[in-house]
C-alpha cells in the first residue's frame, strides 16, 4: 500500500487539465518564502507563474523571501493583524494549527477537489500533513516528501575500510577513524539549529520507537524520561569529541553542505530535499555516484528499526483564506497540476505531488531515495514536529548550547523542555 501511494498515479494529459479560465480575472500573489526563486521548489512555482502569465498578461506574482529563522515570526506577525500574503511558507506542525484554528488559512484538500486537481496530491505526504494538524484538514502544500538520515562519502569509507553503519556505536567508530585521519567526521550546521536537534531524535526514535515524539505529544512519554536524555547525551558527547568539526554552532547549513559535497566531510545528516542538489556534479565536488544515504542506525536496547524514517513535508506552502478568490483558485489549478511532474524532471526532486516520470528515468539518488521510500514500514516525526513556537525557540537554542558547554547537562535541556511544553498544555 505504501509503496503504491508513493509511486504516483496513472498517466494523464496535463495539455487538456487545468486549462486557465479566460474568464477568471487574475490577481496579484504574494509569495513569502525562506526559498531563493533560483533553486528547489521556489524555481518551480516561480517558472510555472511565469509561464501562467503568459496566457494572463495583467498576472503579476512576486516572491519576498525571508530568513528561515525569521519566517515563522514574521508569518505569526502577519496573521495577527489579518495581512497574511496569498502564499508563505512555513512549518506545519503547532504553530500552523494555531492559525488554522483561528481560521487563517484556506483548507486545500477540498479546495484540490473543486479545482479538479485533488489526484494530484500524494496520498502519504497528505496523512502526514492532516494528522500535523489534528485531523483538521489538509492546509499545507507538500512540495517535498523527505525521508531523512545520513549521506555519506563512498571514497572515503573505502579508503578507511569502513562499512555502512548499522548501530550508533559502528557510526561513532568510524567518526573516531576518520577523525584521526585528519577528516571531519560530520559536517553540522548548528547556526541552523534544527541539524543539532534532528541528531538527538535520530537517537531518540531508535531508543524508544518511530512513534516517540507522537507518545510525548499525547503525553505517554516525557522529555525527562531516560531514553531522551541518553539521546542528548550522545549528540553532547559527540560534539565534544570533536567530530562535528571547530565552532559547529557557527557554521550554517550552505557551509557545512559544502564541507560534505567538496570531500572535507564523510557525513551529513540531511533528508532527501538534498538530492536535487546531490544529483548535480560540478567541478570540484564529489561525484553523485561515490555518494551514499545509511539509515539512522541502531542503538543498544532501542526498540527502532532500519526500514523506519523520519519523514517531513519540508517547509510547507500555505493560502491566506481571506485572500482567497477564483483567480487565485485559477492559478493554483494551473501551477499545481504542473507542479510534481515538473519538480521531478528538472531537479530530481521527490515530492508530496505525484509523479508520472518513470522510475528508470530518475537520477540514481532519487531513485534510491525512492526505493527506500517504498521498502519503508514506519514514519516518525521530527523533534520539535509537536512543540508550540515558543517550546520549539527553547528546544534550537538549548542544543545550540549542548554543543557549546559542556557544563550544560543533558538531563537540565530535557527538563527546560519538558517544563515547556506542560505549560503550554495547561
Known amino acids: 500500500m505504501l509503496a503504491a501511494a508513493l509511486t504516483g498515479c496513472a498517466k494523464q494529459d496535463l495539455s487538456a487539465e487545468a486549462t486557465p479560465s479566460s474568464s477568471v480575472k487574475p490577481v496579484p500573489v504574494l509569495y513569502m ?23 494572463h498578461p495583467d498576472f503579476r506574482f512576486t516572491i519576498e523571501s525571508v ?5 515563522t515570526q514574521k508569518v505569526q506577525l502577519l496573521a495577527a493583524s489579518n495581512d497574511l500574503p496569498q502564499m508563505f511558507s512555513f512549518q506545519s506542525g503547532e504553530p500552523l494549527l494555531d492559525m488554522i484554528r483561528s481560521g487563517a488559512v484556506l483548507e486545500l484538500q477540498g479546495t484540490f477537489d473543486r479545482l479538479g486537481i485533488a489526484d494530484k496530491l500524494n496520498p502519504v505526504a497528505v496523512d502526514l500533513l492532516e494528522r500535523m494538524a489534528d ?27 569502513l562499512d555502512e553503519p548499522q548501530t550508533w556505536d559502528d557510526m561513532v567508530r568510524a567518526a573516531s577513524v576518520f577523525k584521526n585521519g585528519g577528516i571531519q567526521p560530520f559536517a553540522v550546521a548548528g547556526k541552523g539549529k534544527w541539524p543539532i536537534t534532528r541528531l538527538i531524535n535520530a537517537y531518540a526514535i531508535r531508543k524508544l520507537g518511530a512513534d516517540a515524539m507522537e507518545r510525548v505529544y499525547k503525553g505517554e512519554l516525557k522529555l525527562t524520561d531516560p531514553g531522551f536524555v541518553e539521546a542528548a547525551d550522545a549528540v553532547q558527547r559527540m560534539g565534544q569529541a570533536g567530530y562535528f568539526g571547530q565552532d559547529a554552532n557557527k557554521i550554517d547549513f550552505g557551509s557545512a553542505f559544502r564541507a560534505f559535497t567538496q570531500g572535507q566531510a564523510a557525513m551529513i545528516y540531511t533528508g532527501s530535499w538534498s538530492v536535487r542538489d546531490l544529483n548535480t556534479a560540478a567541478e ?31 517547509v510547507t506552502t500555505s493560502f491566506s483564506r481571506e485572500s482567497f478568490d477564483d483567480g487565485l483558485g485559477d ?4 501551477a499545481f497540476a504542473r507542479y510534481g511532474d515538473r519538480a521531478m524532471n528538472e531537479l530530481g526532486m521527490i515530492t508530496g505531488f505525484n509523479s508520472d516520470t518513470a522510475r528508470s528515468a ?17 514514519t516518525s516525526l521530527w523533534f520539535e514536529a509537536r512543540f508550540d ?21 543533558p538531563a537540565a535541556y530535557m527538563s527546560e523542555l519538558q517544563a515547556a511544553l506542560d505549560d503550554a498544555s495547561r
Not at 571514497?155 to 578507511?160: E, G, P, S
Not at 513556537?389 to 547537562?409: E, F, M, P, V
Request: proline share 5%; aromatic share 10%; net charge negative.
Open 33 to 55: 518564502t525562506a526559498g531563493n526563486e533560483k533553486s528547489g521548489s521556489t524555481r518551480i512555482i516561480s517558472e510555472l507563474a511565469q509561464e501562467y502569465a503568459k496566457t
Open 67 to 71: 530568513q528561515n529563522n525569521d519566517l
Open 135 to 161: 485531523g483538521a484538514g489538509l492546509y499545507a502544500l507538500p512540495l517535498e516528501l523527505n525521508i531523512e538520515g545520513f549521506w555519506y562519502n563512498k571514497r572515503l569509507f573505502a579508503r578507511y575500510h
Open 284 to 314: 570540484g565536488r564529489i561525484a553523485p555516484e561515490d555518494i551514499g544515504f545509511f539509515s539512522i542506525p541502531l542503538v543498544p536496547g532501542g526498540q527502532g528499526a532500519l526500514d523506519e524514517y523520519p519523514v517531513n513535508a519540508g
Open 331 to 334: 492559478f493554483i489549478q494551473y
Open 362 to 378: 530518475m537520477p540514481p539518488l532519487t531513485r534510491m531515495v525512492q526505493e527506500k521510500l517504498d521498502g519503508m514500514s514506519r
Open 389 to 409: 513556537a515558543r517550546t520549539q525557540l527553547l528546544a534550537w537554542n538549548g542544543a545550540q548550547l549542548l554543543l557549546a558547554d559542556a557544563s550544560y547537562t
